[in-house]
């Protein structure tokens, strides 16, 4: 898969967003269910040293970036936001250890498409 | 309506008071198990008492509509705002011949009336946001109708803080403020409506309504179902028991968990927002009176299916509250919602940071939900006949109670 672009400062995660950032929660939900445990960690020790620096970025942003790269970092920020749980709380298991199958919810949040 | 904390004194239960008053003996799972309970439960209970179906907040615009498909009561409702503002309730029924006047696939659909107007697709009959028949093809050609008397079926509706409840009852026995009684004074005059983000969760669960209710009515199985999403929860405290006719309320304190890495970054985010801090504050008085600074949220069960968990980002950081549905799909389905509420995010930075908040909280969903059929094949398997209940479980021991009641009466 072809990078996606990221704003200037962040253009050494694009690999990251191309495996990973994806504007619904059911694409997110797709790739975090099909990971192997080795993928949660590669994630989060590229993404967690950087996560307060792309929070800081994102603070400066609308809650919805119109510039396209911009909005790429919020939706890297969300795929980190719900894969980082299956590294520091699961052991790096793509389920939520004992939990109901999680393809059997379905998300609705109004206007944003999921 | 804001009641000062001290007249809803009354509403106060010690753990002594609660024992006395409600028994500790084990509780029947007879109400779970016996399909005709659930007949029963149809016409005695949930076309009797008041029913939450929407927030106004999702219906902001004249014309705006939800569709609700209600097996409970044996049809599809229509919640409507008019022209007028005012949100109606109607039952989803052509006057014509009964098709769906707006058809659907879905528990719940959304949309909006052109025009202020609905037409049903069979023959085109089309009435008015505000319930009116206002035209029909070809009206010469019947020899006999009365169109003043063919407007949609209407449902008694009314809202309380922006809930918006029905009643199926052509007459109910109770306003919806007396239906609410003390529970309206206690969780009166929180700014609700401010909170339009929302994460809504559904699914179809093969059990009885009643096994996903009570599953989410307590706090004893946090430290257990949620080690694994919610590690190290310190200081669990669940009391401040209240009781409220047919409903009761009560509250979670606890001292917090192990926060993860990232956790403590995203949630640093909403912690130093001023829109999206633990709001204290906000709590109505007679809601963690004390202004404990362990305060979690208050868990009260409005009976009969819905819970509103009340935080004002004092919990789950930067949740102002989530609430639960359970709607009774059949004896043994129900259908879920559980709906995380949050004011808009003000910048990206704290759009990612709900996304981590609402994630962590699914995710213990997903922990909840992992008991519920195996608990409803357990009790139908017929190995047990009760239920025990301790202190905190007392949600459970009230709910089961104001059941037997409603099931007792006669009509
Ligand atoms: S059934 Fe609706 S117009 Fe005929
Ligand atoms: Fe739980």
């Not at chain 1, 020790?45 to 809650?63: F, G, K, Q, S, Y």
């Not at chain 2, 009561?73 to 005012?86: E, F, H, N, Q, W």
């Not at chain 2, 640093?268 to 305060?295: M, Q, T, V, W, Y």
């Amino acid at each position: 898969m072809t990078d996606i672009a990221l704003p200037a400062g962040f253009q050494d995660l694009e690999p990251l967003a191309a495996r990973w950032a994806r504007p619904t929660e059911n694409e997110r939900n797709a790739i975090r269910l099909s990971a192997a445990p080795g993928d949660f960690v590669d994630f989060d020790a590229l993404m967690a040293p950087r996560l307060e620096a792309l929070l800081a970025h994102l603070a400066t942003l609308p809650a919805r970036p119109e510039d396209p790269a911009d909005y790429n970092a919020l939706l890297l920020a969300a795929a980190f936001a719900e894969a980082a749980p299956h590294h520091e709380l699961y052991g790096d298991s793509a389920q939520v250890p004992f939990s109901f199958d999680a393809r059997r919810f379905t998300p609705d949040h109004g206007t944003e498409a999921t | 309506m804001s009641h000062p904390a001290a007249s809803l004194d009354h509403i106060r239960r010690s753990v002594p008071q609660i024992r006395e008053e409600l028994g500790v003996a084990p509780v029947p799972v007879r109400a779970i198990r016996d399909p005709a309970i659930y007949a029963l439960e149809k016409e005695r209970l949930f076309k009797k008492v008041w029913l939450k179906v929407a927030t106004a907040w999702e219906l902001p615009n004249p014309g705006d509509y939800k569709v609700k498909e209600m097996p409970v009561a044996d049809t599809s409702v229509l919640i409507v705002r008019g022209k007028d503002g005012r949100i109606r309730a109607f039952h989803n029924v052509c006057t014509h011949r009964g098709n769906k006047v707006v058809p659907n696939s879905d528990f719940e659909s959304f949309g909006r009336a052109r025009a202020n107007v609905l037409s049903c697709r069979f023959h085109g009959w089309v009435f008015s946001t505000e319930g009116p028949l206002k035209s029909v093809p070809l009206q010469d050609h019947f020899g006999q109708i009365d169109t003043a008397c063919l407007g949609l079926r209407p449902i008694a509706c009314d809202e309380w803080q922006g809930f918006v409840f029905i009643n199926f009852d052509p007459e109910p026995a109770q306003s919806l403020a007396d239906y609410l009684g003390d529970f309206g004074a206690l969780f009166g005059g929180y700014p609700y409506h401010e909170s339009t983000t929302a994460f809504r969760y559904s699914t179809v669960l093969e059990c009885n309504w009643k096994v996903a209710l009570y599953a989410f009515s307590e706090g004893y199985h946090v430290p257990t179902i949620h080690a694994g999403s919610l590690p190290g929860f310190r200081g669990i405290e669940h009391s401040d028991f209240k009781l409220m006719g047919p409903h009761a309320s009560s509250t979670i304190y606890g001292a917090g968990m192990d926060a993860a890495p990232s956790t403590q970054k995203f949630a640093g985010i909403l912690h130093g927002s001023e829109c999206h801090k633990p709001r204290p504050d906000l709590l109505p008085p007679a809601i963690n009176p004390e202004r404990r600074a362990d305060f979690q949220f208050e868990l009260p069960n409005i009976f009969p299916n819905l819970l509103i968990h009340l935080a004002s980002g004092c919990g789950y950081p930067g949740m102002s509250y989530f609430t639960h549905q359970f709607w009774p799909l059949d004896h043994g389905r129900t259908l879920w919602e559980g709906i995380n509420y949050f004011r808009p995010a003000e910048n990206a930075a704290e759009r990612a940071a709900q996304i981590h908040v609402n994630a962590l909280h699914r995710n213990a969903w997903l922990e909840d939900t992992a008991t519920m059929e195996d608990t409803f094949t357990g009790i139908m398997s017929g190995a047990i006949d009760d239920m025990q209940l301790m202190d905190q479980e007392f949600l459970i021991r009230h709910a089961a109670l104001t059941l037997d009641r409603h099931l007792e009466e006669v009509d």
